[in-house]
């Protein structure tokens, strides 16, 4: 009987899965650019724009009611 997952090909996959989760495990917890814009963005007084915090009211007052 052969069964599904069983054998070369599935161990394969493993292997491919496995090879992933490290390389993702690996790859650093903080992206220093991205950081940065962050930095810019929280020192911008007109960020974010008053028509986004328009649409996000109106998005939260519709979760409200």
Known sequence: LHQPGHGRKAHRLYSYDDANLRALRELPSV??????????????PSYPSPEILRWIALLLAGKIH
């Open 31 to 44: 992206r220093p650019g991205k950081v940065a814009r962050a930095r810019a963005l929280v020192n911008d």
